[in-house]
Each structure stands twice: as structure tokens, then as C-alpha cells.
């Protein structure tokens, strides 16, 4: 299994990210030594009133930070060079949204030899 510190290697600045919730019952912040969560169509900051879920990773708010649009780009494995044209809440939506480049290769070189 390949966590978000594997993929990066030391290009974050963090050890920890806030992933918006679908439900404040559920956990919202992650470790980069684990799997990435899922990549949402939302991406917000940590609101200033989060109450901390027993299952998030760490609980100092000055040690987590969300991922950039870029980072979470990335975890979908769209190119480095790929530009975003839409705004910055439709670029994230579109990323959420996205089957992750790398699978869609895969199926497709798949269903080219069958």
C-alpha cells in the first residue's frame, strides 16, 4: 500500500491534512504515512470550530494544514503540467469528481488488447 509520503516523497511541508468531511462524525485529519483518503470535489480549511473526532490523526491545529488543489491533483495523478482553466471550486470539484489518470490508462490499454 503506498501512503501520501510515498507518492511525495519530501515535497510536503506536513505530517498532517484536514480532508473535509462528508460528516462531522467522521474523521478529517490524516497522517501522510497512511493512504490518502478520498479525494472529495470540496477542499476547505479546517473550520476554526472543528471538534476533533477520536480517529483523527493529530489534534494540534498548527501541525495540519488541507492539501493544495495541486497536491490533491496529483494524488489523482493528473500530469504536473496539467492547467486547471476553470475556477478554483470547479477545478476542485473536477478533481473529486475525476477517475484517477493512471486507473483510466490502465483500463483503457487494458480494453485495447481484448
Known sequence: RMTVADYFGKKLDTEFYYAHPRSYKRRAVFS????SST????????PLNYEFHPADKCSNRSKIRP???????????????????????QSEQLIGN??????????GN???TI
Not at 479525494?39 to 479546517?46: A, E, S
Not at 475525476?98 to 483500463?107: G, K, Y
Open 39 to 46: 479525494i472529495r470535489g470540496v477542499n476547505r480549511p479546517m
Open 98 to 107: 475525476a477517475v484517477p489518470v493512471n486507473l483510466a490508462r490502465f483500463i
Open 32 to 35: 501522510i504515512y497512511e493512504p
Open 110 to 112: 487494458f480494453l485495447k
Open 67 to 89: 492539501l493544495t488543489t495541486f497536491e490533491r491533483a496529483q494524488i489523482q495523478t493528473f500530469p504536473k503540467k496539467f492547467v486547471f482553466v476553470e475556477s478554483k471550486s
